[in-house]
């Protein structure tokens, strides 16, 4: 069933250039592990230091891979010194669930 997971992050303001490299880091990263299908990064219009990411996966189980791997856990550990809080995770199926 595919999974849509949303991810919210609310940066401090500066070093938007370091910010955008790691997330197309990840990005990358994501694009090249199994199940991935898509993704996109929304910018909120009056406070742009908040940013959601929508990602689409086969799975919720290929999602959870590549959220537990060492790739992307390195690579958020580094986002989170621009972060003015935790980075917060919706996952959800598309459609109904059957469970």
């Known amino acids: 069933m595919i999974a849509k997971i949303i991810i919210k992050r609310k940066f401090l303001k500066g070093n938007e250039k370091q910010i955008i490299a790691l997330l197309n880091k990840i990005r ?17 219009y009056h406070k742009p230091q908040h940013l959601t990411v929508i990602g689409t996966w086969q799975t919720m189980e ?33 459609g109904t669930s059957s469970q």
């Not at 199994?34 to 996109?40: F, R």
């Not at 986002?79 to 996952?91: A, K, M, S």
């Open 62 to 94: 290929d999602w959870q891979a590549w959220k537990k791997s060492r790739e992307r856990e390195k690579l958020e550990n580094m986002l989170q010194v621009f972060q003015d809080g935790p980075t917060l995770y919706e996952e959800y199926y598309l």
């Open 28 to 44: 990358t990263g994501a694009m090249s592990q199994p199940g991935y299908i898509s993704g996109e990064t929304l910018v909120q």
